[in-house]
């Protein structure tokens, strides 16, 4: 099984400023991977898919980065709605996917 | 697109129960779709997936053996058939749209496995 290992837990920041989310995969997984949003009481939406293509309706101020093992989640000028849990998902042994256990992104 | 989940609720540890998933806005039949759990508090736990005409089904090896996912493209209609449900079954579930990664999901629907 793929393990994925989100870092930091949890982080916390002040609106306006930049957040960097990390995922590692435990055996390389190409650029396979997803990031999710996901509010309390909510379902997950869909951040970035395919390490980096940005989905409908996220703003440029969210960044997907990496390939391989390592990639990153970037959020430059956070606003007060960004402040949620995030998940990283890998799709490169489907079926058997597998998400982190996530990041929380509190506000200072 | 809408995803509505339905069918959950608390059953005692051994018993059955039947999701379900009603899908509108979209062409049914040309989406792979999956159903993925959260224990209260925890992460996202991937469950099982169906493709578009039925014919290919996986599981995770947590629920293999005892969860059953169906769909049925005449009534746009995904389900989850669970037998043997443990506590560690408790869960919100979801269903999901999409083959690798998940574009649109359901609100969810709470399983609570409780004597």
């Known amino acids: 099984e793929i393990v994925l290992t989100q870092s930091p837990a949890t982080v916390s920041l002040s609106p306006g400023e930049t957040a960097t989310l990390s995922c590692r995969a435990s055996?390389?997984?190409?650029?396979?991977l997803a990031w999710y949003q996901q509010k309390p009481g909510q379902a997950p939406r869909l951040v970035i898919y395919d390490a980096s293509i940005r989905a409908t309706g996220f703003p440029a101020r969210f960044t997907g980065r990496g390939s391989g093992t390592d990639f990153t989640l970037t959020i430059t000028g956070l606003e007060p709605e960004d402040f949620s849990v995030y998940y990283c998902?890998?799709?490169?042994?489907?079926?058997?996917?597998?998400f982190g256990q996530g990041t929380r992104l509190d506000i200072k | 697109v809408q995803l509505v989940e339905s069918g959950g609720g608390v059953v005692q540890p051994g018993g059955s129960l039947r999701l379900s998933c009603a899908a509108s806005?979209?062409?049914?039949?040309?989406?792979?779709l999956h159903w993925v759990r959260q224990a209260p508090g925890k992460g996202l736990e991937w469950v099982s997936l169906i493709n578009w005409d039925g014919s290919y089904t996986s599981y995770s090896d947590s629920v293999k053996g005892r969860f059953t996912i169906s769909r049925d493209n005449m009534r746009d209609s995904l389900h989850l058939q669970m037998h043997s449900l443990t506590s560690e079954d408790t869960a919100f579930y979801y269903c999901?749209?999409?083959?690798?990664?998940?574009?649109?999901w359901g609100q969810g629907t709470r399983v609570t496995v409780s004597s």
């Open positions: 999901a749209r999409g083959t690798r990664s998940y574009d649109h």
């Open positions: 055996q390389t997984i190409d650029t396979s």
């Open positions: 806005g979209f062409t049914f039949n040309d989406y792979t």
């Open positions: 998902q890998q799709h490169k042994s489907w079926p058997r996917i597998t």
